[in-house]
């Protein structure tokens, strides 16, 4: 595996997923295999979800075992250093927040390596940023992160749509990739702090 | 994409199951972003586990982007037209049933084309058919209507049935696709309003 | 099909699966299309999950009739004789368990035979061991079996180790196959038996 900018976001967005699947499973009091499952699947879900709907087969990880020792290695010491990891104020929603932002760009940018059509990449990035954390979530018997009011979806498509933009402009492929990441962090955590919440539309009862 | 009787009713069967996820979906009051992912969701989730499951990848929407733009238009309809869809009693109910028929039918027709076993078919059908509205279900975490006491999947599994069997006849293809997801619709309409269950097996308890 | 012992043993998996998910739906009290979707489900969810993160489309059981047939007569017979089956006591947990560790076993196996990693086999052989019962557990609205507190995938993974260090030895096959699923349905039983369980890592408050 070369170190290209592609593969070093790759392994940050899969650390960062590895952790907040383990500090969740914590959270909710599993046993160490508990923790070990959650942070994996988390970790693995949302590429799984994507080279399985591309046919992208055997999927990612299952051809690169170096994914599964640096999950495996993350999630203990995500373990080991739980109470300070834990220190860190909503660090869960930080490092949800990273995983999102890094895959969602992922996974856009392997629907256009696949020709796919760019609406569809990013309807892909958007999966591939949000599967892990909403299988976390179910596993864990929690209501998905991804209708919590936080705008968690739209961050990633607002994301995907400017990375489209900016690849049809023809401009560097490094500098795409690290500005449409910040921007799906940058909009999620704004969203977060000042409580921007999106229109609801209610439907009239009729008694 | 031809204008044939196969791509009219995969249209009308995705178009019915769009405006059930977006209803769902402002049924329990999520943002606009919710209602389009739960709308988005619900109308490709069958034809994405069939594609899946037999291998045809990357998945159909994937591959035809009118889906994903008549998907948007349609929940944007729904949005728009909300109390006037929900004047309709049972609205959603109905919409659901009318992407239950055709979905089933489609998926039942795409098991016979990859030449897959008539009861095999049967069962992708069904699959295809429920999916989307389980995956709604789940995500608005609701129990999923499949379980409901309405012979959901029997209307299904009796369909498709009809179909393989008309289809070992020689009967002309348009007939059946019309004729059999009719009979799925109309099963469900009929047992609902008649209040028919199926029986049940209960295990006796040995205190 | 030829009756190897890995035949026999997919088989006696996919039969034990299918009872552990009737006789969930009929404590579930579902109606009889209910039994037959989640016996049916949980029979095939392992194997559905690992042939399609593999890309072995269609699915296995897709391609052999026998097993569609196999699974609804098991159903159906576990419907007639619902109340002697559950005269033996912890009926459900007995057949789930050894569905569990025979579909790991198959699982590692077919890991191996598409040369991915042992590690990734073992990965592979605790998501096939352990998917079909996962399913059947959401579906029917219980926490997946999975995490209580009863080491269910420590035991496959354990199994899975023993399997790719024995064939990394060059042991018979055959042996291989019987003496690791019998590990992993030992070691669930002992465990459940002494109620042995794993350690826990609070994440300390801080108020």
């Not at 890094?102 to 256009?112: A, K, L, N, P, S």
Request: aromatic share 12%; glycine share 10%; with cysteine.
């Amino acid at each position: 595996m070369e170190l290209s900018l592609f593969n070093i976001l790759n392994i940050l967005g899969t650390v960062a997923f590895a952790i907040s699947g383990a500090l969740a499973a914590m959270d909710r009091r599993l046993d160490i295999f508990g923790i070990f499952i959650i942070g994996f699947v988390t970790a693995i879900g949302g590429g799984t979800l994507r080279d399985t709907l591309i046919g992208s087969t055997p999927v990612g990880w299952m051809e690169n075992t170096v994914f599964v020792y640096l999950i495996g290695g993350v999630i203990l010491l995500t373990i080991i250093f739980r109470n300070k990891i834990n220190y860190l104020k909503r660090s869960l929603f930080l490092f949800d927040t990273i995983g999102l932002g890094i895959f969602t760009i992922i996974g856009v940018e392997i629907g256009i390596r696949n020709e796919l059509d760019p609406i569809i990449s990013v309807a892909l990035g958007a999966m591939t940023g949000t599967f892990g954390g909403v299988i976390r979530d179910i596993l864990c018997n929690e209501i998905p992160v991804i209708f919590h009011k936080e705008i968690y979806a739209t961050a990633c498509i607002f994301g995907g749509l400017v990375f489209v933009a900016m690849h049809s402009l023809g401009i560097d492929q490094d500098l795409i990739y690290i500005t449409t990441s910040i921007i799906v962090i940058a909009i999620r955590i704004v969203v977060v702090k000042y409580e921007i919440s999106l229109p609801y539309f209610y439907i009239k009862q009729k008694n």
